[in-house]
Structures are given as structure tokens and as C-alpha cells.
């Protein structure tokens, strides 16, 4: 499966995103898919996931409550819906998908073997 994340973009803090993770060359409701994000000088941070066949989803502390993530199988998409942005929110965001990973790994960024391009979201104060 081929994974394209897109709709990043350039907001002020306070505003909402929502970014798109599209599948191809398969469906992504087998799959557990998360969203990592890499800001300016820094290494790759776990965002959210969502689990596959399931409604289960998990966010780092830093975006609970303010970030949710929900997938469409018919359009072979999962979404990032993001809000109450922050400055610190500015990153590279990439979606990740796996078949096989554990519960306890679903924050380690290894664990994902297919990897989007990554869509940059810029928020400013």
C-alpha cells in the first residue's frame, strides 16, 4: 500500500487543520495507521493512532483533546482533524501504516513499515 498525506498548510494559532493520509494499491482497514510529526531540529514524535478494525484511537499527551483521528474505508483515507493549534504544533506531519504492530509498540515510529511523504503544517502566534 502506498500512503500520501496532504493538507497541511499555514494557519494562526487557534485555528483547525485537517490533514489527509489517502491510501492507494490497497485499503487501510486492516491496517492500524498512525501520525508522527518532525519539527524543525528535532527527531520524529508519535502524534495519534487508530487501530485496525477498530475504533480504538491514542494520542500523545501533548495533542489530547485536541487532536482526533477517524478513518473513511470507502474513500481509503484516515483523517487528522486538528484544533485549538499551537505554535508548537509546527511540524512535518507523515502518516504510517502497519499491519502487524502491537498495542505496546503503536507509538514507536519502527513499528510502521509504510510511511507517507509528510505534509508540513506551519502555525504562527
Known amino acids: 500500500v502506498q500512503l500520501q498525506a496532504s493538507g497541511g498548510g499555514s494557519v494562526q494559532a487557534g485555528n483547525s487543520l485537517r490533514l489527509s493520509c489517502a491510501a492507494s494499491?490497497?485499503?487501510?482497514?486492516?491496517?492500524?495507521v498512525a501520525w508522527f510529526r518532525q519539527a524543525p531540529g528535532k527527531g520524529r514524535e508519535f502524534v495519534a493512532a487508530l487501530r485496525a478494525r477498530a475504533s480504538n484511537s491514542y494520542y500523545s499527551d501533548s495533542v489530547e483533546g485536541r487532536f482526533t483521528t477517524s478513518r473513511d474505508n470507502a474513500r481509503k483515507s484516515v483523517y487528522l482533524q486538528m484544533s485549538s493549534l499551537k505554535p508548537e504544533d509546527t511540524a512535518v506531519y507523515y502518516c504510517?501504516?502497519?499491519?502487524?504492530?502491537?498495542?505496546?509498540?503503536?507509538?514507536?515510529?519502527?513499528?510502521?513499515?509504510?510511511w507517507g511523504q509528510g505534509t508540513l503544517v506551519t502555525v504562527s502566534s
Open positions: 504510517a501504516a502497519s499491519r502487524t504492530i502491537i498495542l505496546s509498540s503503536i507509538s514507536n515510529e519502527y513499528g510502521y513499515y509504510y
Open positions: 494499491g490497497g485499503t487501510l482497514s486492516d491496517y492500524t
